[in-house]
Nanobody
C-alpha cells in the first residue's frame, strides 16, 4: 500500500503558476507510475499528466506546453509544475499511483486526499 499526500494548491490569478507536490510513503515509490488528476465540482476526475518509473511522461492535450510532471525517487516525490493557469484549471488535484500510465484515472491503486487549485480571472 502506498500513502500519498499532496500539497501546493492555492488561489492564483490567471496566467500565474503553481507547483504541486505529492509525497509517497509505504511500498517502493520508484516502481509506481504516478499521475495527477483534477476534479472540478460536478465533473468526473480526469487525467492531465503521468510519469513512469523511467520518467517518461504523458499529458492531456489541454495542458501540453503549460504543465510539467516530474519525480524525484530519492525523495519519494512527484511534482506538477503548472504555468499559464486558466480559470478552467480550477479543481481539486489528486495524486495517483498506478501500474500503467494508460489506466489513470480509471484503474488506480492509490489516491491522495487532494489539494485545491483555484484560478481567478
Amino acid at each position: 500500500q502506498v500513502q500519498l499526500v499532496e500539497s501546493g494548491g492555492g488561489l492564483v490569478q490567471a496566467v500565474g503558476s503553481l507547483r504541486l507536490s505529492c509525497v509517497a510513503s509505504g511500498r517502493t515509490f520508484s516502481n509506481n507510475v504516478m499521475g495527477w488528476c483534477p476534479q472540478a465540482p460536478g465533473k468526473e476526475r480526469e487525467f492531465v499528466a503521468a510519469i513512469d518509473w523511467s520518467s517518461r511522461t504523458r499529458y492531456a492535450d489541454s495542458v501540453k506546453g503549460r504543465f510539467t510532471i516530474s519525480r524525484t525517487n530519492a525523495k519519494n516525490t512527484v511534482y506538477l509544475q503548472m504555468n499559464s493557469l486558466k480559470p478552467e484549471d480550477t479543481a481539486a488535484y489528486y495524486c495517483a499511483a498506478a501500474y500503467f500510465v494508460t489506466t489513470i484515472p480509471n484503474d488506480v491503486n492509490n489516491w491522495g486526499q487532494g489539494t485545491q487549485v483555484t484560478v481567478s480571472s
